[in-house]
T-cell receptor
Framework: DTEVTQTPKHLVMGMTNKKSLKCEQHMGHRAMYWYKQKAKKPPELMFVYSYEKLSINESVPSRFSPECPNSSLLNLHLHALQPEDSALYLC??????????????FGEGSWLTVV | SQQGEEDPQALSIQEGENATMNCSYKTSINNLQWYRQNSGRGLVHLILIRSNEREKHSGRLRVTLDTSKKSSSLLITASRAADTASYFCAIISNFGNEKLTFGTGTRLTIIP
């Protein structure tokens, strides 16, 4: 059982829609991550938040907008997406940003389909 | 690219047999981790091995690391149908970027 909860599990949205993916953890972790995973590919890092501040943005297009309202919550706001953005979006957390030596806990993911 | 390459890409074995997956990488690492992913679901952390360690065990899992060859292997002994999943290695490099970079993955199928 994962202690990182993601909602919704499935989302279908049109290219003109605005939607959000949500992630929550109650493990007291101070680093949270968004990964994108296409079918049969490894996860790719999108964003890293450390102590509620954005610390890494892997050159992600601005149509993806992350937000960390508090230490337990992480959102990913979606706007004007393209069909090629359809993927599994994974949220993860760890004790702190120094990933070395830390276990990263992943949520079950949100399947996004852009039509 | 710092991404690891895993071999084989897919592996099918009979239940009860041992499964071995290999991971090769190109950069100097701080540690290497292995994750399991059931189809279309989140990743589960299996084991972490540090750059100064050569072997680590966890239950039916055995991980080895050879930093001179820049390679690691994951051995699952006495496989079970529930071990069917994709397995990814992931590395943390020594170059200040603390990004966890995943390998290409091995799809393991255990035949009952």
């Amino acid at each position: 059982d994962t202690e990182v909860t993601q909602t919704p599990k499935h989302l279908v949205m049109g290219m003109t829609n605005k939607k959000s993916l949500k992630c929550e953890q109650h493990m007291g972790h101070r680093a949270m991550y968004w990964y994108k995973q296409k079918a049969k590919k490894p996860p790719e890092l999108m964003f890293v938040y450390s102590y509620e501040k954005l610390s890494i943005n892997e050159s992600v297009p601005s149509r993806f907008s992350p937000e960390c309202p508090n230490s337990s919550l992480l959102n990913l706001h979606l706007h004007a997406l393209q069909p090629e953005d359809s993927a599994l979006y994974l949220c993860a957390s760890s004790h702190y940003r120094q990933v070395a030596g830390n276990t990263i806990y992943f949520g079950e993911g949100s399947w996004l389909t852009v039509v | 690219s710092q991404q690891g390459e895993e071999d084989p890409q897919a592996l099918s074995i009979q239940e009860g047999e041992n499964a071995t997956m290999n991971c090769s990488y190109k950069t100097s690492i701080n540690n290497l981790q292995w994750y399991r992913q059931n189809s279309g679901r989140g990743l589960v952390h299996l084991i972490l091995i540090r750059s100064n360690e050569r072997e680590k065990h966890s239950g039916r899992l055995r991980v080895t690391l050879d930093t001179s060859k820049k390679s690691s292997s994951l051995l699952i002994t006495a496989s079970r149908a529930a071990d069917t999943a994709s397995y990814f290695c992931a590395i943390i490099s020594n170059f200040g970027n603390e990004k966890l970079t995943f390998g290409t993955g091995t799809r393991l199928t255990i035949i009952p």
